[in-house]
């Protein structure tokens, strides 16, 4: 059945209290059972990032909002509800893409104005996310990016991403292009009960190795650690070794954050999963969104060793880099210094937490 024969009128497609500006039409396919895409015509595809947030990174673009990979600890869901959408299972069934994406950026690389600065993909929600196999989005941002000649980067779990790499080798011919996977479970069965929409942990490690073989290097983030489910050093240590061996360059590692609807999701994953976790959560996290500091300590403390023994210390995978015009373009992959983690902050999937209100990521 094709997409085409699935139109509904723009004004019976909103779902009640639905908030999508520019919409098109909604779209319903077998292909995914269960799933409405809404395309909208986007007025701004560049988004900037608030000058408080530990990101290196200025701009992002977002071609989507929603997630089919449905993972239960996404920092992202919130921003559903902006859309008079739940961060719960709206999150992953009402998918919100930007048909014009790739011609609204390119007009806005073109202004005057733009300074070519460092453009982060996969910030919100996954750009490589199933959906990208049938709006094909990604080729015409990176083409678009690297012809204006403004560095990027993109972070998926999205083994997608290999139908881009001859486009991604062919940008980092003419700006700084950074990778990243993110695979935090090693575990699959764990993998699959958390992320169920997401490719195997087996085939990350096979992308992996595609994008070192295309020539690129791989950070790899293995976030979010989960307290008593990823952070054992048998599973840490697993899963390091695994990364090493299937060439990655470097290796970042986040604690999980719970913010606002994320936590009671969570917690419900861990009554129905692992119900003896439940009152050690409440414990740990209190009344906020993060693990005490001696918790980070801790778990900082534990990898370390890891990292070093598996050969993932990986400094150069930090590092600045300078553009053509001879501006310092920060790693992607390394926080700011002086960065607090009560501050305001922009986001990387299940990496950094987000503001309750984060518009300026849409």
Not at 5 to 16: C, F, N, V
Not at 223 to 231: G, N
Not at 282 to 288: I, S, V
Request: proline share 9%; aromatic share 6%.
């Amino acid at each position: 059945m094709r997409w085409d024969g699935q139109k509904i009128q723009a004004e019976d497609a909103a779902l009640p209290g639905l908030a999508l500006a520019g919409l098109q039409r909604s779209v319903r396919t077998p292909e995914f059972a269960g799933v409405t895409f809404h395309e909208v015509h986007a007025r701004s595809a560049l988004n900037k990032v608030p000058e408080a947030s530990a990101m290196p990174f200025r701009w992002t673009v977002n071609p989507m909002r929603g997630c089919l990979h449905a993972c239960t600890y996404c920092f992202a869901r919130p921003t559903h509800e902006y859309l008079g959408l739940g961060p719960d299972e709206d999150f992953q069934t009402q998918i919100v893409v930007k048909t014009n994406v790739v011609d609204v950026l390119a007009a806005e690389l073109r202004r005057p104005s733009w300074r070519r600065e460092h453009v982060a993909l996969g910030t919100n929600t996954d750009p490589y996310q199933r959906a990208e196999g049938r709006y094909a989005l990604m080729p015409g941002i990176i083409t678009a990016l690297a012809a204006s000649g403004t560095p990027l980067s993109l972070l998926t779990k999205g083994t997608l991403l290999r139908r881009d790499l001859p486009v991604l080798v062919e940008a980092a011919r003419e700006v700084d292009v950074a990778v990243a996977v993110s695979l935090a479970i090693g575990d699959e069965d764990l993998q699959q009960a958390m992320e169920p929409g997401t490719p195997t942990p087996r085939a990350r490690l096979a992308l992996i190795r595609a994008v070192r073989d295309a020539g690129l290097d791989c950070t790899v983030m293995v976030a979010p650690v989960m307290p008593w489910l990823t952070d054992g050093t048998d599973h840490l240590d697993t899963l390091f070794r695994d990364l090493a061996d299937a060439g990655a360059t470097g290796v970042t590692t986040i604690p999980l954050h719970l913010r606002g609807p994320v936590r009671p999701l969570m917690l419900r994953w861990l009554a129905e999963h692992r119900p003896s976790l439940v009152a050690k959560y409440r414990r740990l996290y209190g009344t906020g969104a993060y693990v005490p500091e001696e918790y980070r300590r801790w778990l900082a403390a534990r990898i370390r060793p890891l990292r070093r023994r598996h050969g993932l210390d990986a400094p150069a995978a930090l590092a600045d880099s300078v553009d053509a015009e001879g501006r310092v373009q920060p790693s992607p992959w390394r926080f700011r210094p002086g960065w607090s983690r009560d501050a305001p902050q922009a986001v990387l999937p299940g990496v950094v937490a987000a503001p309750a209100v984060q518009p300026a990521l849409f």
